[in-house]
């Protein structure tokens, strides 16, 4: 009797890591093949490509931009002549 006393807590405790390790599972993305590895930065080539782009992109807006203020400076021209006189003196 003494030999089962001792037994079983060691019985208890196999049984329950088997059924704890009979819940996992390899994850579905650890059982695909892997993709092939990219590069961690683009080519140089094509980030001074993408920046020249954008940096057209900007001259093209800044253009636009400096385009509106000018028109908006002659009509406050227009509508304030007095004003445009004595602010060039």
């Not at 590895?37 to 001259?59: D, G």
């Amino acid at each position: 009797m003494t030999t089962r006393r001792r037994w079983a807590p060691t019985f208890v405790a196999v049984v329950v890591c088997c059924c704890v390790l009979s819940f996992y599972r390899v994850p579905a993305e650890a059982q695909r093949t892997p993709n092939p590895a990219k590069p961690p930065f683009a080519s140089a080539v094509e980030q001074r490509l993408e920046t020249i782009n954008e940096l057209k992109a900007i001259r093209e807006l800044l253009k636009a931009q400096n385009q509106l203020i000018q028109d908006q400076n002659e009509l406050l021209r227009d509508a304030f002549p007095s004003a445009s006189r004595s602010g060039k003196k």
